[in-house]
């Protein structure tokens, strides 16, 4: 019983102890900042003006990559110095993907004024690189680590993308906030959420864990903000529009227009006192 006060404390001292393996959150969220700051120079804290600090900075995040998996030995499918090559030789392809994102988000908002602009300040692109940053080490089999990101960018940005997701090219947050996204929802490419869109699963229950429960989104489709998509039978059709407000359980084939209509009635009344003592 930890009712007892030592028992309680020697409870608590065990479960540190068993923790004592796990990088603390701020480092692996220090390699993730550091990460982004040297691929996007407008998020850089520091200049770097050759291809030598470049090439220092990769090595340092390479031994930094490298210290975090280290204490995850036990749990990773392979030698953390494998997995620290393969995940920086897959970065270039990254990397190229996030700038076809970027560019995405700036043709897709008429507010946006350049590329540089969305990569330092849109929370959208933030959510995305995340993820792709995620999804590769969750490709990789690596634990625990993928989750701590993108919990690290749904805190910041109010987006949740779950690292197992598959997704496309050129995609494209626009606001972000509210915008969840479940584990094996598969998303094309030259796709576009806006706030409040979740993919999500029909329903939830343990049993469900290792199947595909969360819809797919094919190529060039628009969602609107506050729509909701569930099931992982579910498939929206390519150049589809999904509108404001739907809630979708159902496939709809290629080029579906997709629209929820609510009854609004609007009433005008010349007199002030109507405003004041109305009924609903």
Not at 224 to 243: F, P
Not at 262 to 274: C, E, F, L, M, R
Request: net charge negative; with cysteine; charged share 20%.
């Amino acid at each position: 019983m930890l009712s007892d006060k030592r028992a309680f404390i020697e409870h608590l001292a065990h479960s540190h102890l068993q923790a004592a393996h796990v990088v603390p959150k701020s480092i692996s969220c220090a390699f993730l900042d550091g990460l982004l700051q040297l691929l996007f120079p407008p998020l850089a804290e520091q200049e770097i003006k050759s291809p030598d600090e470049v090439a220092h900075h990769l090595h340092v995040l390479e031994s930094d990559l490298e210290f975090i998996l280290t204490k995850l030995e036990e749990r990773l499918p392979e030698a953390s110095v494998s997995i620290v090559n393969q995940f920086f030789d897959a970065l270039p392809e990254v990397y190229e993907q996030l700038l076809e994102d970027a560019r995405a988000i700036e043709a897709g908002d008429p507010a946006a004024v350049s590329t540089d602009e969305v990569i330092r300040t849109y929370p959208g692109f933030y959510a995305v690189a995340v993820y792709r940053v995620a999804h590769l080490l969750y490709e990789l089999q690596v634990p625990l680590l993928p989750r701590i990101y993108s919990e690290h960018a749904h805190t910041k940005t109010g987006t949740d993308i779950h690292p197992g997701a598959s997704i496309g090219n050129a995609f494209c947050i626009d606001h972000g906030t509210g915008v969840v996204i479940g584990e094996t929802a598969i998303i094309g490419n030259n796709v576009k959420v806006y706030q409040g869109v979740t993919l999500g699963a029909a329903s939830v229950d343990k049993s469900m864990a290792n199947i595909k429960r969360h819809p797919t989104i094919e190529d060039n489709v628009v969602i609107y903000a506050g729509a909701t998509i569930l099931g992982g039978r579910t498939v929206v059709g390519k150049h589809s529009i999904i509108g404001g407000n739907v809630w979708l359980t159902e496939s709809v084939p290629a080029y579906s227009r997709v629209y929820h209509r609510p009854q609004i009635k609007v009433s005008q009344a010349p007199d002030p006192a109507y405003l004041i003592n109305f009924s609903i």
